[in-house]
């Protein structure tokens, strides 16, 4: 193997005889999508096989025979099940995996395990239904778990519709999608949440999630969607911010809101912004660049290049690929990608969210915003989740309902006709 890059994954055949395992070449861009590979099990022969879609596998088994191999991806925020041949034949066996380890936010993504006999076992969700486990065998699926079906039918859901875009940037199309208050009214005005993924090398799905369906619950509409930079949509798609990262990311947001109040039933003097991790940044970056979001609540943001990279738990990656130089070789462009640089703007009352464990994105990035907030006079509060880590913020179901509630509570301090929070 003498291809630049990492590998991952390695699975050995089912006579022994091949490795197949998932790398790409590493050309020092943001993002690079996982490609399939085989090799003989000395290592000659390294190949990639000629993937029939552009998009990244997330993991691998080989079928019983040795014939193919099962992997999932995703694709426009749908997470698929398929069968890869040696030619590179791509078959899709079912999609609508969805994430296990996170139900507060949708985010795309699932799990699959495969039997020599080629049953597959997946996770999956819908807009309905929070993840199931599922069974696909002989070409037919079915739903082998009903997890929450007592507690889903004591509640009345927001319905999740997409919301066809078109980015004010470049007309680029923007899969987002909206969810409605469980009682809707298309006749009436509703004030609108903007939630915008983290990562920012990630997607979301039309899936169900805590958060939102509590956002709806409350009397938003929430809106969400994939700007560019996202997963699922391709190499290109993705590094549309290599090295640009907040950038026109930030148009393709404000035209999902401009897209949803363009449906008729949002109060459009009445639109809140969240995010969290990349999120966090594009909604520090969105208060900064405009003011017509009644409140904010940022979680887990960077704030400050610089300092974020000389306190992370990921120095190198970022430096390397997301910049290309140290901050010190080129402050000024750490500078100005940093939501701080546009401190001077901001107006709007914003929350801040971090754990107090965080050394992905380190909780002094957040007391930075804080005390530059409160320093400008911002309305502001700081919110530390005890004992939580970066991907771990809602680990708990009770740090989950205790976040969404701070956030609905901040909300609720700046929205006309709401009940004032204490």
Do not use: C
């Not at 690079?32 to 879609?53: F, I, K, P, S």
């Not at 899709?92 to 039997?115: N, Q, T, V, W």
């Amino acid at each position: 193997m003498t291809k630049p890059g990492p590998h991952a994954d390695p699975q050995f055949s089912p006579d022994g005889h091949q490795i197949a395992y998932l790398s790409f070449i590493d050309r020092q861009r943001s993002y690079a999508d996982r490609r399939l590979y085989v090799m003989n099990r000395d290592g000659t022969n390294a190949h990639a096989l000629r993937q029939g879609v552009d998009r990244s596998l997330a993991d691998i088994h080989w079928t019983g025979d040795g014939k193919a191999l099962f992997s999932d991806y995703s694709d426009h925020g749908l997470t698929h099940l398929a069968r890869i041949d040696m030619d590179g034949k791509i078959q899709d066996l079912a999609h609508d995996l969805g994430s296990a380890g996170e139900i507060d936010r949708p985010y795309s993504g699932g799990e699959f395990s495969a039997s020599e006999a080629g049953a597959l076992a997946f996770t999956t969700i819908s807009s309905t239904r929070f993840t199931d486990i599922s069974l696909w065998q002989d070409g037919k699926t079915r739903q082998l778990t009903h997890l929450g079906d007592d507690f889903l039918q004591t509640r009345k859901l927001g319905q999740i519709i997409s919301l066809p875009t078109v980015s004010s940037f470049d007309k680029k199309p923007i899969d987002a999608w909206i969810v409605t208050p469980p009682d809707f009214d298309p006749h009436k005005k509703y004030p609108l949440i903007l939630e915008i993924h983290g990562g920012p090398f990630t997607s979301y799905g039309p899936g169900l999630s805590t958060d939102f369906q509590l956002y709806a619950a409350a009397g938003y509409v929430v809106a969400y969607g994939n700007p560019r930079g996202s997963t699922s949509y391709g190499e290109d798609f993705a590094n549309e911010i290599d090295r640009n990262y907040p950038g026109h990311d930030y148009d393709d947001l404000i035209s999902i809101v401009d897209a949803a109040i363009a449906k008729g039933f949002v109060d459009e003097h009445q639109t809140f912004v969240t995010g969290g991790s990349g999120g966090g940044v594009l909604t520090a970056w969105i208060v900064g660049k405009t003011t017509r979001f009644r409140a904010a609540a940022v979680q887990k943001p960077v704030i400050n290049w610089a300092s974020e990279i000389l306190t992370t738990d990921v120095p190198n990656l970022m430096t390397k690929y997301w910049f290309g130089k140290m901050p010190w070789e080129d402050p000024q462009a750490y500078w100005a990608r940093s939501p701080l640089s546009l401190m001077g703007s901001v107006t709007t009352p914003t929350l801040v969210v971090v754990g107090e464990s965080d050394f992905r994105t380190p909780v002094s990035e957040a007391e930075q915003y804080y005390a530059a907030l409160a320093l400008k006079g911002v309305p502001t509060a700081l919110v530390k989740v005890p004992g939580a880590n970066h991907g771990g913020l809602t680990a708990r179901p009770s740090q989950s309902a205790a976040k969404a509630a701070a956030i609905l509570a901040w909300f609720a301090r700046y929205r006309e006709g709401a009940t004032k929070a204490p």
